[in-house]
Every structure is written in structure tokens, then in C-alpha cells.
């Protein structure tokens, strides 16, 4: 169903020893991690995107893996594709930019590998429903939490 103002956007999930690839961003005073991502350009494949999305912000080239999660904007205007993608052992990612806006406007101030323990609740709630519970050591580590029935 397309709805006007519709605009797919693709994540890469990166992972490299048991840390996941965030890019940490600075918008209206508020500080926030999330994955290296965006809108998907007209012509473009969503895996295109991914790995063009990943270069822009954290400047290194990847690989898709596989697809792990299609979820729908909470305002039914679209639909956010996440990939699993493998990069170099020895690449090093960089801060990268948003092309969509001006040097004034950019939002990315860092780019970090993350261990869960590092993120807060709200950073974590996005990666796992992003497909993060279907990586192999994610998988693990969710399947090891205290599952507990509060009332």
C-alpha cells in the first residue's frame, strides 16, 4: 500500500567481537546512538541502499550477509529494512556525513563499536527489534537474560 509522503530507509547491522557498529548522533539537544542508515533513493535496491547508507555514515564498504527484520513505521508511511553486513577485520569506521544536509545541519558527531552492556534501554529495544535477536551471539545472550513475570 503506498501512502503520499512514503519513504522506505534501510539499516546496516554491523557486529565485529560481540560489539555492534553505532553511529551517535546530536539532534535537537538530544544525544542518541542508532545504526548506520536512511532513506533508499529512487532506483535503488534496499540492499544498494544498506551498503551505500553504511559507507556515507561510518566510511567503510561491507557486504550483505543476509536481510534480518522488515518493520513498518509507526505512522504507516513506510517501511525500515535492516541488514546484516560483514566489513573487513581491519576496517576502520569514521565519522562520516548525511549528503541529504548542509555542514550546519549534520547530525553525526561519532561513530563507536558498542557492547549492549554500553547502551541504555531505549538504544538496546531498538536493536533487538531491529533483528539484533537473530545473530548468532545476540541470539545467545537474549536466550540467557532473566525471563521473570512481573505483577
Known sequence: M???GRRDRVQALVTRNEKVLLVKHRMNDRVFFCLPGGGVEEGETYEQAALRELKEESLVNGRIIRKLSVQYKPDNRGEVHTFLIEVDE??????????????????IIGVEWL?????GEADK???WSSGLN????????????????FK
Do not use: W
Not at 557492547?115 to 547502551?119: G, R
Open 2 to 4: 503506498e501512502t503520499i
Open 90 to 107: 581491519d576496517a576502520v569506521p569514521g565519522v562520516g556525513t548525511d549528503p541529504e544536509l548542509s555542514d550546519e545541519e549534520q547530525t
Open 115 to 119: 557492547s549492549l552492556e554500553e547502551l
Open 125 to 127: 529495544a531498538y536493536l
Open 134 to 149: 537473530r545473530v548468532d551471539f545476540f541470539h545467545e545472550k537474549l536466550l540467557s537474560l532473566e525471563n521473570r513475570i
